[in-house]
């Protein structure tokens, strides 16, 4: 299993920290924990532990470790399984030892994190050991919750995954839409090369294709990063990949599911996208009680 060192809060720290500050700007809007405040002084002292009520990959311990480092640093997080690993129902996660009002008003924010990132942990790594014979890799996708999406594709990442572009800003895609509004696949390439050419740094850029003869067009233009075969079946994709040949590396997407995800894979493309491991994965359920 996969564990993600602190490289990517490094790489992506400015967009976790506004993450986290929306939510809690959700939670605790200009008042704050009315509930706690009534309830707990200022420096009661508390400890929780949290605990798995499923099994699952876990994510998320160092996304609250963050949130704690942010906004109560004052309370010690104990982690006792790590990001990546795998744990059972029963399972002491972590423990949070600090001042009570903090632990109440931050629990929800903490086990959201870690319910979701975890459940997509869970799947991904599903979906990787079904291809585990091949050498094809999971992407993920931009279909994400909206506000939650860097910490989504963090969780894909824990979970064995690849991370596609985080979002509009770091790759070119040239989809259906783009190509058909430019007036074809040639004059599409032709704008992006002279765009990409202008820009102080590079970035990728990958090629939706539809068809074979798309595909023998992007066989033209080297500079593209990779060719991305949309709604192709098997046999469609591994001619394509056959006429490729390795000159480019290549992406399978549209409607794969698990259930289809072994005959893509086959074919013996690098990459295939799916939205399923973001927008369907069901949470692994966790409960913080205090001890």
């Given at each position: 299993?996969?564990i993600?060192?602190?490289s ?6 400015n967009e976790?920290?506004?993450c ?19 309830i ?9 532990t949290l ?17 704690l480092?942010?906004?109560?640093p ?10 990546g ?19 109440l ?8 994190a ?6 997509i942990?869970?799947?991904?790594n ?16 931009r279909?994400?919750?909206p506000n ?14 690849v ?29 992006t090369k ?26 033209q ?7 991305l ?19 480019l ?43």
């Amino acid at each position: 299993m996969k564990i993600m060192p602190n490289s990517f809060i490094d790489t992506y720290r400015n967009e976790l920290v506004l993450c986290i500050n929306h939510a809690l700007d959700e939670d605790f809007g200009k008042a704050g924990d009315h509930t706690s405040k009534a309830i707990f002084p200022i420096g009661h002292q508390s400890k929780a532990t949290l605990i798995a009520k499923d099994d699952g990959v876990l994510a998320g311990v160092a996304f609250c470790a963050l949130v704690l480092e942010l906004h109560a640093p004052e309370i010690r997080l104990t982690p006792l399984v790590k990001d990546g690993s795998f744990f059972s129902k029963g399972d002491v996660l972590f423990t949070l030892d600090g001042d009570t009002q903090q632990i109440l008003s931050l629990e929800r924010i903490l086990l959201n994190a870690i319910q979701r990132m975890s459940g997509i942990a869970t799947v991904t790594n599903q979906v990787q050991q079904l291809i585990s014979h091949t050498a094809c890799k999971v992407l993920d996708t931009r279909k994400t919750t909206p506000n939650f999406r860097i910490a989504e594709k963090w969780a894909v990442l824990i979970g064995g995954g690849v991370n596609h572009r985080m979002g509009l800003y770091d790759a070119i895609m040239l989809k259906d839409n783009h190509i058909d509004f430019c007036g074809g696949l040639p004059a599409a390439l032709a704008k992006t090369k002279d765009y990409v050419e202008s820009l102080s740094s590079p970035i990728p850029v990958i090629v939706e294709t539809r068809t074979l003869v798309e595909v023998k067009i992007c066989l033209q233009y080297p500079w593209i990063s990779r060719i991305l075969l949309d709604n192709m079946s098997p046999k469609e994709l591994g001619e394509a990949i056959t006429l490729i040949n390795g000159a480019l590396p290549t992406e399978a997407s549209g409607n794969i599911t698990p259930k289809t995800i072994v005959s893509y894979a086959e074919t013996g493309v690098d990459y295939v996208s799916l939205g399923y491991i973001t927008h369907s994965a069901p949470i692994v359920d966790v409960s913080l009680r205090a001890i």
